[in-house]
């Protein structure tokens, strides 16, 4: 069974104090993974896309990379502003299926 | 990037009246548009998906007749929630997607948020 999975479900860092959110997945025929920011009362604003296992992308703080069964997304010494539900979204053939999201509280 | 517009952003009605809410792309003709029902603290829920010019592919368990989905151009959708009721309370978010250039990404309208009293 086509699954995406995200974890932890709530994170509450220092600013400053790094860390990592996990997306795990199980399914067929993987035609990309994608990572979304929405913040509370606004739709998903889209941050990353990985196609293939190996691949890496960076944007400010954020670092996200991909292999055969999941897919990491690193904050380097995150900011306040950085708070907000990551998501994790990946493409099996026709069908999308979302995590549950990561909910990141990050505390000055 | 890629913009797309959701509207209202907010609306409050009268149980038994209908709402329409429009999903516009605004610098991309999309491929695909989607819907999403979204409840408190919760992920996305896909209620449709949709292609230009042909009749939207609801997922099950989501009324058809409940809710009506036009996506009559390139640029825009529609989604009209029928004889709405207190239960249909939710927050809406519409996607689009273009194929070929930005390979399937789906960029999100900021969401409707629905209060059926």
């Known amino acids: 069974e086509d699954q995406v999975t995200q974890s932890p479900e709530a994170l509450r860092l220092q600013e400053g104090e790094s860390s990592s959110l996990n997306c795990s997945y199980t399914?067929?025929?993987?035609?990309?993974l994608f990572w979304y920011r929405q913040d509370p009362g606004k739709g998903p604003e889209f941050l990353f896309t990985?196609?293939?296992a190996g691949e890496e992308k960076e944007k400010e703080r954020l670092k996200a990379t991909l292999t055969k069964k999941e897919s990491f997304l690193h904050i380097t010494a995150p900011k306040p502003e950085d708070s907000a539900t990551y998501l994790c979204?990946?493409?099996?053939?026709?069908?999308?299926?979302f995590g549950t999201g990561t909910s990141l509280t990050v505390i000055p | 990037g890629a913009v797309v517009s959701q509207h209202p952003s907010r609306v409050i009605c009268k149980s038994g009246t209908s709402v329409k809410i429009e999903c516009r792309s605004l610098?991309?003709?999309?491929?695909?548009m989607f819907w999403y029902r979204q409840f408190p603290k919760q992920s996305l829920m896909l209620m449709a998906t949709?292609?230009?010019?042909?009749?939207?592919?609801?997922e099950q368990g989501v009324e058809k007749d409940k809710f009506l989905i036009n996506h009559a151009s390139l640029t825009l959708s529609t989604l009209t929630v029928t004889s709405a009721h207190p239960e249909d309370s939710s927050f809406y978010i519409c996607?689009?997607?273009?194929?070929?250039?930005?390979?399937?990404?789906?960029?999100f309208g900021a969401g409707t948020r629905l209060s059926v009293l």
């Open positions: 399914v067929s025929g993987l035609r990309g």
């Open positions: 990985l196609y293939s």
């Open positions: 949709s292609n230009e010019g042909s009749k939207a592919t609801y």
């Open positions: 610098d991309f003709q999309a491929t695909t």
């Open positions: 996607s689009a997607a273009e194929h070929l250039v930005a390979k399937n990404i789906q960029y």
């Open positions: 979204a990946v493409q099996a053939l026709s069908q999308f299926y």
